[in-house]
């Protein structure tokens, strides 16, 4: 079974700044999901991401799949960014998703 | 083009009740996963259907629990004689096939069991 981690848990940053959150994984995977969780509890899927770099917008996710490791960076900050955001990896059934604990940020005007 | 569909988003119940959870997925995706968030935790995978076939329900509890995805109509998460513990937020995904497709998530449905 695959374990996620993520880290920080919690991240508190001003307006502008720039974000990284980072994600581990223990097996390794076909592909990697970046998940945004709003407080009103829905969950908006990001990126899907098997290689290199992804850009949307202000958000990027990079993953190294040799060191089993990727993270999802948001520049130019936003109070709207604010979120939990989920890493989430193949590993939860057969191909249902195992998800990392979260990352709570806030982002303050 | 609609997204994933739950309902109802909100559902409550009495300690014994039967609650029933509907999804219906994106057009055009014939894979269904079920997954369970229990408050101020992380997301928990359940089970995963496709079309009139349970592919994996490893993460499924024992008893009580159901899921089925006919070939016409949504899936539907089943709990028989619901308990406190289940409160919790429910939340379907589809795809449009296995492994390295991404998977669209609906609005979730939260159960409270009274």
């Known amino acids: 079974k695959n374990e996620v981690e993520q880290s920080p848990q919690n991240l508190t940053a001003q307006e502008g700044e720039f974000i990284t959150i980072n994600c581990s994984y223990s097996?390794?995977?076909?592909?990697l999901h970046w998940l945004q969780q709003h407080p009103g509890g829905g969950i908006v899927s990001l990126f899907m991401?098997?290689?290199g770099k992804k850009k949307h917008g202000r958000l990027i996710a990079t993953i190294n799949i040799q060191e089993k490791h990727s993270s999802l960076h948001i520049t130019a900050s936003h109070p709207r960014d604010s979120a939990v955001y989920i890493c989430?990896?193949?590993?939860?059934?057969?191909?249902?998703?195992?998800f990392g604990k979260g990352t709570h940020l806030i982002i303050q005007p | 083009n609609a997204g994933v569909m739950q309902n109802p988003r909100h559902l409550v119940r009495r300690r014994g009740q039967e609650a029933r959870l509907r999804c219906s997925p994106m057009?055009?995706?014939?894979?269904v996963y079920w997954y369970r968030q229990l408050p101020e935790e992380g997301l928990k995978f359940m089970v995963y259907?496709?079309?009139?076939?349970?592919i994996d329900e490893s993460g499924m509890p024992k008893e009580r629990f159901s899921a089925e995805f006919p070939k016409e109509g949504p899936s539907i998460l089943r709990i028989q004689q619901v308990v406190r513990g289940d409160s919790a937020a429910y939340f379907c995904?589809?795809?449009w096939g296995r492994g390295r497709e991404t998977q669209y998530f609906g609005p979730g449905t939260r159960l409270l069991v009274l």
């Open positions: 991401l098997s290689s």
């Open positions: 057009k055009g995706h014939s894979h």
């Open positions: 989430a990896a193949p590993g939860g059934g057969a191909d249902g998703l195992t």
């Open positions: 097996v390794g995977i076909s592909a």
């Open positions: 259907l496709q079309k009139e076939n349970i």
């Open positions: 995904a589809s795809s």
